[in-house]
């Protein structure tokens, strides 16, 4: 399961990615915003970063006009590791080295096409698994 949300600015690439994961039949939650009325990014990149954090959603993700502050947001979540990607070589090496669990967009950067490789990117890539990321990680997540 896949929780997604977005604010305004991002709402337009979120109902793309959501027809994407229709077509793939991968299941997510939305957890708003509803339209392109304006709304507080905080409120829906936070739902969406706490699905992940409890397990109710194996992974996440986030949009708004340029990503950051949603992602910001995400990080704030203890045992979320949100990355901001505007590429699909960023969001395999997330995934293989950093085991990053929330996919930050940025709605007014990427265009529909790069976004939705940027998903598929994202979803496909599996941790390495290896040692050294496995202990950068246990630092990210606060362990000396």
Do not use: W
């Not at 793309?16 to 507080?40: A, F, Q, T």
């Amino acid at each position: 399961m896949i929780a997604i949300g977005s604010d305004h600015g991002g709402y337009e690439l979120k109902e793309s990615v959501k027809r994407y994961l229709d077509e793939k039949n991968i299941p997510y939650r939305d957890m708003g915003c509803n339209s392109r009325d304006s709304v507080d990014y905080p409120v829906y990149g936070r739902a969406a970063a706490e699905a992940v954090a409890d397990g109710s959603c194996e992974k996440g993700i986030v949009i708004c006009t340029t990503g950051i502050g949603i992602s910001m947001v995400a990080n704030k979540v203890p045992g979320v590791r949100c990355a901001l990607c505007t590429d699909t070589f960023s969001a395999k090496m997330t995934r293989l080295h950093n085991d990053a669990n929330v996919l930050a967009l940025g709605g007014g950067i990427v265009g529909t096409g790069l976004a939705l490789d940027i998903v598929e990117t994202f979803l496909n890539t599996d941790f390495s698994g290896e040692e050294k990321h496995q202990r950068r990680i246990d630092m990210i997540e606060g362990g000396k």
